[in-house]
């Protein structure tokens, strides 16, 4: 496809269970970002990517998050022993060259926890 | 600290009928940059301008116009002759260095036909 894909674009988990979510960015795109959208809020940094290098990781909330991107393309945002206040819209973003710039964002998993 | 405020949470006007949408930021640095995104339902950010710290030029582009002032360190968003189509939530977001956005809480319009 042409844009950012993400899935799945919809997740129920129930407190505790881990979860794996992945983003396909555009062909050829160098970087990549997560982002949290609580509801009602703007969207906040989690991670970046410079191919598979992940450059920054400084707004992991905890150790219970981790993200990859072994082969510099697609990547997964998992999140360990699911907690309540996890629940958000987890966005994808890719840019086609190093740093941010102009990003192009993906819909997004929502991710509700019971 | 870097910070992105919005101070309107939400809009309603009449279709047709301008609106500006506020965005005042703080930085401490010389050089960073400025964005606008539309979010509509569909949850997507679409990308809508970029502009960095040394272009204090207004930019038009259709019926969008932006005005820079670093004066006031404003960054202010406005639709001519609104459409139920820009109905959507908008938010204005900084970039001072590194890769890290700081996106404002965003303000919410609805245009009403």
Known sequence: ?114 | AQKVTQAQTEISVVEKEDVTLDCVYETRDTTYYLFWYKQPPSGELVFLIRRNSFDEQNEISGRYSWNFQKSTSSFNFTITASQVVDSAVYFCALLWTGNQFYFGTGTSLTVIP
Do not use: M
């Not at chain 1, 697609?74 to 022993?81: A, E, G, H």
């Open chain 1, 1 to 114: 496809g042409a844009g950012v894909s993400q899935s799945p674009r919809y997740k129920v988990a129930k407190r505790g269970q881990d979860v794996a979510l992945r983003c396909d960015p555009i062909s050829g795109h160098v970087s990549l970002f997560w982002y949290q959208q609580a509801l009602g809020q703007g969207p906040e940094f989690l991670t970046y990517f410079q191919n598979e290098a992940q450059l920054d990781k400084s707004g992991l909330p905890s150790d219970r998050f981790f993200a990859e991107r072994p082969e510099g393309s697609v990547s997964t945002l998992k999140i360990q022993r699911t907690q309540q206040e996890d629940s958000a819209v987890y966005l994808c973003a890719s840019s086609f060259r190093e740093g941010t710039y102009e990003q192009y964002f993906g819909p997004g998993t929502r991710l509700t926890v019971t």
